[in-house]
């Protein structure tokens, strides 16, 4: 038996060697049926869906690229110019190679954009656009009530980031959501139309950037006055109940 033991390690040396030998052609591939080892594709794959993503090398066809998480600067076919050195996130997901969706988000301003692309008898993007289409968001900046001329109000984040505002308005027993675009003043206005005599009643409500402090918003005028043919102050006045970056 003794004898037998050399020529056994032998044999486990030689088949050590011939599977060191083969290299990744040894290790059977994990599916679906099958236990096995994980390929760099595989590896790949669970790493990006822990959220990790791929970097691109400048000059990628973004509309070449299989379905997965990427990130990168001065790619083809995205929304930044090709020269742009601006970091974007990337999403690509597909049914297949005629059905697919891309959203890619520029990194500096947080703006996320959205593509379709669709094949079938009419070709493709016969009905869907053919261009990026921005997804807005809209940043809550401030939620209360005021109505008072002189109030400061406090914002909860720099309002220069964002180029249009949303306010929601309130007067004549309803409110009214408008968005303007920013600027260092603002004015909201409204119209309440009477039913059962001519006129109206007008309101506006105007509002300032602090020079010193981008968070805060003064409400420097709120006025009302009725139109009957003449103009007569009115009693009531609107009220504000929200703010909101648009993004």
Do not use: C
Request: charged share 25%; no cysteine.
């Amino acid at each position: 038996m003794s004898q037998n033991i050399p020529t056994g390690i032998n044999k486990l040396k030689n088949q050590l060697k011939t599977h060191i030998g083969s290299g990744d052609k040894a290790h059977l591939v994990a599916d679906k049926q099958h236990a096995g080892f994980m390929s760099p594709e595989q590896w790949r794959r669970l790493m990006e869906s822990l959220g990790e993503r791929q970097w691109l090398k400048e000059g990628t066809d973004i509309l070449k690229l299989r379905p997965g998480r990427y990130a990168g600067a001065k790619l083809v076919n995205s929304v930044l110019e090709e020269t742009d050195p601006g970091f974007t996130f990337l999403d690509i997901t597909w049914a297949d190679d005629e059905h697919v969706e891309y959203r890619e988000v520029t990194s500096y301003n947080g703006k996320a954009y959205y593509k379709n692309y669709h094949v079938n008898q009419a070709g493709a993007n016969a009905s869907a656009p053919s261009v990026w289409g921005e997804d807005q968001r809209v940043y809550e900046l401030w939620g209360g009530e005021v109505s008072k001329a002189g109030t400061v109000i406090i914002l909860n984040d720099d309002i220069t980031k964002y180029h249009y505002i949303r306010f929601t308005m309130h007067f004549a027993e309803h409110s009214e959501r408008m968005e303007i675009l920013r600027s260092d003043t603002m004015a909201l206005t409204g119209v309440n139309l009477y039913n059962s005599s001519p006129g109206m009643t007008n309101y506006e409500m105007t509002f300032t950037i602090d020079e010193n402090d981008k968070a805060k918003l003064h409400l420097t005028n709120n006025i009302t006055y009725a139109d009957t043919g003449r103009l007569d102050p009115a009693t009531e006045i609107a009220s504000l109940y929200n703010i909101g970056g648009v993004m």
